[in-house]
């Protein structure tokens, strides 16, 4: 039987890319709803259209049991899946592919690389699952490195050991969410981390980005669910202690979070996991206006009830993902418990909702599962996953469409979001002759939301990476100027990092510097990421 192979270029599988009847029929649906008007679908690539130049390295003989470079490899390692990736792949430009895939099996394997790398200064970049939407996987041609070697940890793809006495589990870097679940689930456990990237993204990856996942509240990021780590460094192996809690100086857990590869390359960490849900309340609200929405999550937020879903959706986006279809925005609310029926939760929360002025056309609804079954199969989270296949449809039609996200404080999000939509429009109508700007909430908190920005418009042949690079800009700085953050879950990558250098200043980006050099002296490790040397 043939396996089912990932997409060289765009998102996901590559037998999920819709075919001409499905192209029409979201051309349709993308006109009906926004106005804009999609080119005529353009051939997606074949891997023998691809421009590639040869490999500038070559890695020594002893490290070829576990390294190639053999087209296909480095093509498939060439870029993430930001809008940008999936744009030059679409063209089948993949001259910035790495000259090196190398596949290691052990963290020896690791330092016999780090000791090539460091002595031929070829810069060596950690994979993940190839999912990175900011740039985080490629390094510019014209750096000061000889080559580039891209580090694929699929071969660290267990889940080793489950303490079911402390819920924690030993998860391997290169392990994919649904494995992961997969090895929990005999025994009644789940992660429950589901970024959109779930099915492709790795646990390694997700704690080096520190990425955001399935709760809206309280255990929003992998930060809350990590337990410990170790990350093998060209300077040794750094590795923190198993315990719930410690008062022992500033974290060393916390560097490795959010390190991007940049300081050293995550193998293994233990991770908290809990009972598989045994008890699910929904409920959807419809409000007649935005503000009426955002008043209703920041009462949730700031409830103590800790609901497992918030998200507010405005209309447009409502209607997009088949949520809402007369225009008006609306919030999911969940609950969810492996031990408690989560009905008075779930009351309180409707009520909570009703008073800024929510309606519910349809009762809110508890209801048991199956623990064995699959931990996340409700509707929101099956179209949230779908989204990125409708991205990548869309670019083959001309029809620029990419997402950015933020957090700012309950105080200062009106005025972020006017500023977000004003000046992203803006740049839209300048480069694009229009477009739409929607939102949603992702995660929420007592102290301020999630905002989530999805933005669409028509690109001309030949110049859309500088169309997508002037509208990210001003939706870059709008973030800036009024008090937000460059990104809340996205990482900072290579598309972040000028913004990222001034949201934490001058002197922050020196000791981060000194850190680098120490695990990092001969500056091989995803440069350009965080930090330069």
């Given amino acids: 039987m ?101 596949l290691p099996e052990s963290e020896a394997h690791l330092e016999q690389l780090f000791e090539w790398c460091t002595r031929e200064r070829v810069a060596l970049v950690p994979w993940g699952g190839g999912t ?41 870097a290169g392990a994919l969410g649904p494995a992961i679940e997969a090895a929990l689930a005999p025994k009644g456990l789940t992660l429950r981390h589901f970024p959109q990237s779930f099915e492709f993204s790795t646990f390694g990856g997700w704690v080096a980005t520190r990425a955001g996942g399935h709760f809206a509240t309280q255990y929003t990021h992998i930060d809350d669910l990590l337990q410990s780590v170790r990350m093998v460094t060209p300077a040794g192996v ?49 409000f007649d206006t935005f503000e009426q929405g955002v008043a209703a999550a920041r009462a949730l937020a700031q409830s103590g009830l800790n609901p497992t879903n918030c998200r507010l959706i405005d209309g447009v986006e409502a209607a ?18 492996g031990v408690a029926d989560v009905s008075p ?30 931990p996340g199969a409700d509707a929101w989270r099956a179209a949230f996953v779908e989204a990125p296949y409708l991205q990548s449809a869309l670019l083959s039609m001309g029809i620029m469409a990419d997402t950015f996200e933020t957090a700012c404080t309950w105080r200062s999000f009106p005025e972020v979001h006017a500023a977000v939509v004003r000046d992203v429009t803006e740049a839209l109508n300048d480069v694009c002759g229009g477009g739409r700007v929607t939102c949603r909430f992702t995660h929420v908190y007592p102290d301020g939301p999630a905002p989530y920005y999805t933005f669409m418009g028509r690109v001309r042949r030949g110049s859309e990476l500088t ?67």
Wanted: hydrophobic letters at 40%; one cysteine or more.
């Fill in 132 to 172: 990175s939407v900011v740039g985080g996987l490629e390094v510019p041609r014209l750096s000061r490195h000889t080559g580039v070697v891209c580090v694929d940890l699929a071969r660290f793809g267990k889940v080793l050991e489950i303490d079911d006495v402390s819920n924690v589990a030993r998860i391997q």
């Fill in 320 to 337: 997009l993902n088949g949520v809402s279809l007369d225009g008006r925005p609306v919030l999911i609310i969940g609950f969810e418990s």
């Fill in 467 to 533: 169309q997508w690079a002037e509208v990210k800009a001003a939706a870059s700085e709008a973030l800036l100027a009024h008090g937000a953050t460059i990104t809340h879950h996205h990482a900072v990558g290579r598309t972040h990092r000028p913004w990222y250098d001034r949201e934490v200043g001058v002197v922050y980006g020196r000791a981060l510097k000194a850190v680098k050099r120490a695990l990092d002296p001969a500056g091989i490790l995803n440069p350009g990421v965080l930090v330069d040397v």
């Fill in 238 to 286: 750094v590795e923190t202690r198993r315990v719930p809690a410690s008062g022992a100086g500033p974290a060393p857990e916390r560097l490795i979070l959010g390190s991007e590869g940049a300081l050293g390359v995550v193998t293994e960490g233990w991770a908290r996991v809990r009972p598989r849900p045994r008890w699910r309340g929904t409920a959807t609200a419809v």
């Fill in 2 to 102: 043939s396996q089912r192979a990932r997409s060289f270029w765009s998102w996901g599988w590559e037998d999920r890319f819709p075919d001409a009847a499905g192209q029409r029929a979201l051309a349709g649906q993308i006109h009906g709803l926004l106005g804009l008007e999609p080119d005529a679908p353009r051939r997606p690539p074949e891997m023998s259209d691809a421009l590639l130049d040869p490999p500038r390295v070559t890695p020594p003989e002893s490290l070829w049991t576990f390294c190639t470079t053999a087209a296909r490899n480095r093509i498939r390692h060439t870029y993430g899946r930001a809008w940008r990736d999936q744009m030059r792949g679409f063209n089948a430009d993949f001259r910035a592919a790495p000259d090196c895939v190398a």
């Fill in 345 to 374: 939760l779930l009351d309180i929360a409707v009520e909570c909702a009703r008073a800024q002025g929510g309606h519910f056309a349809r009762p809110p609804t508890v209801r048991t599962v199956d623990p064995q079954g699959d």
